[in-house]
């Protein structure tokens, strides 16, 4: 590969295994990042030790205006934008009585709003190239949906959906919008969960492990170099939802 990458959300978790297998693999990979400035740091100087260099662009991507300079950054160094990778995102456990306007416009403008932003963001110039690969980082919530977890499974449920319809319209030009729907993974958005709660949730998936950072980021290589999946929302969780 020898691509220009954007990563959004890259700091920790999903993000930073895609952003760091991609730079190792010699693409040019802009990770964006917003809260986490210890642990970004901590991936640039990790990349440096192996004598590669990683580009890191701080921008709340839920914001029309960080979103676009993220995008200007990326064209006014490199001329285009290869891949796009929407994986900025957060969860809340909450009933859905106590969701609040602010949980509500919070979750939406992180995990909704951002794919909106920063997929119009690069359309021109992957459109002008008659070339382009979008992954949306989705999630099984977004598919079958979870209790306590309306708002966050409503924003999933809307980049799948966006995932699709984005797939009809800018196939003409050549560029393929997927995502990928991740079970539960283990990662930092999963670590308020106890020993035995995960003990019980392996119980109901048929491989009885939960998934790690790298299945994701495998098939994120896969949808890279494929050239004629689009549309497709691409569901890696162990089977636990079948």
Same mark, same amino acid.
């Given at each position: 590969?020898?691509?220009?990458?954007?990563?959004?959300g890259?700091?920790k *978790?999903?993000?930073?295994? +895609?952003a760091?297998?991609?730079? @190792?693999k %010699?693409?040019?990979?802009?990770?964006? !990042?917003?809260? &986490?400035?210890?642990?970004?740091?901590?991936?640039?100087?990790?990349?440096?030790k192996?004598?590669?260099?990683?580009?890191?662009?701080?921008?709340?991507?839920?914001k029309?205006?960080d979103?676009?300079k993220l995008v200007?950054?990326?064209?006014?160094k490199?001329?285009k934008?290869?891949?796009?990778?929407?994986?900025?995102?957060?969860s809340q456990?909450?009933e859905?009585?106590?969701i609040?306007?602010e949980?509500?416009?919070?979750m939406?403008?992180?995990n909704?709003?951002?794919?909106?932003y920063?997929t119009?963001?690069v359309?021109n110039n992957?459109?002008?190239?008659k070339? *382009?690969?979008?992954?949306? +980082?989705?999630s099984?919530?977004? @598919?079958? %949906?979870?209790?306590?977890?309306?708002? !966050?499974?409503? &924003?999933?449920?809307?980049?799948?959906?966006?995932?699709?319809?984005?797939a009809k319209e800018?196939?003409?030009?050549?560029?393929?919008?997927n995502?990928i729907?991740?079970?539960?993974?283990?990662t930092d958005?999963?670590?308020?969960l106890t020993s035995?709660?995960?003990?019980?949730?392996?119980?109901?998936i048929?491989?009885e492990?939960?998934?790690?950072?790298?299945?994701?980021?495998?098939?994120?290589?896969?949808?890279?170099e494929?050239?004629?999946?689009?549309?497709?929302i691409?569901s890696i969780?162990?089977?636990?939802?079948i």
């Amino acid at each position: 590969m020898d691509k220009v990458i954007i990563v959004t959300g890259a700091s920790k *978790g999903i993000g930073r295994e +895609i952003a760091k297998k991609l730079t @190792e693999k %010699g693409n040019k990979v802009i990770a964006n !990042y917003n809260k &986490s400035v210890q642990e970004i740091n901590e991936l640039k100087n990790e990349l440096l030790k192996e004598n590669i260099n990683i580009d890191i662009f701080h921008a709340d991507v839920s914001k029309r205006e960080d979103s676009k300079k993220l995008v200007e950054y990326t064209i006014r160094k490199y001329g285009k934008v290869d891949v796009l990778i929407n994986n900025a995102g957060i969860s809340q456990i909450k009933e859905f009585t106590q969701i609040t306007d602010e949980d509500w416009n919070n979750m939406i403008n992180t995990n909704l709003n951002s794919v909106f932003y920063m997929t119009q963001e690069v359309c021109n110039n992957m459109i002008h190239n008659k070339s *382009g690969c979008i992954i949306n +980082i989705s999630s099984i919530w977004g @598919e079958i %949906g979870a209790s306590c977890e309306v708002h !966050y499974s409503v &924003s999933k449920a809307g980049v799948s959906a966006m995932t699709k319809a984005l797939a009809k319209e800018l196939g003409p030009s050549n560029i393929r919008v997927n995502a990928i729907a991740p079970g539960i993974i283990d990662t930092d958005m999963n670590k308020h969960l106890t020993s035995e709660e995960l003990k019980e949730i392996c119980e109901e998936i048929p491989l009885e492990r939960i998934g790690k950072t790298n299945d994701i980021e495998k098939c994120v290589e896969w949808l890279i170099e494929d050239n004629y999946t689009t549309g497709q929302i691409i569901s890696i969780n162990g089977g636990w939802a079948i």
